[in-house]
């Protein structure tokens, strides 16, 4: 007998950072990396990543119980320490970024280049969480 089969995914839509000052995440997002501001509240802000994702700021301790919102109740979660993601950039536009980082005092903290090709800017957010450019050529899926 075979087993049925996983239903496909369509891909990530969020991403969650929990930070200690959501208005100084928030700033960061929107004003160095161009996010723009979706939904807000004193406990979460959430971004637009491209119109494709979604970048979820969420108060440090703040969401910790749960939630009720007008469709239901959201459960409870929260994290500790730092985090890592990546956005994907155009590999004409890695320069461009790096050149933009730095001009807002952003300091550089890796530059990887994959043996797929991609190459990758690692840089922290205000709240020491790595944040990672990457081109195509980093993974095998991307």
Known sequence: MNEPATPPLQ???????????????????RDVLGLRLLDGSPRMSALDVNGRSLLLLFKRGGTADPVGVPGGIIPGHDGSGTSHFAFAIDRANLED????????????ESRVTWPRGGRSLYFRDPDGNAVELATPGTWETY
């Open 11 to 29: 891909g990530v839509i969020e991403t969650s950072l929990y930070v200690d000052d959501l208005p100084r995440a928030t700033a960061f997002y």
């Open 97 to 108: 970024w790096e050149q933009w980082l730095i001009a807002r005092g952003v300091p550089i």
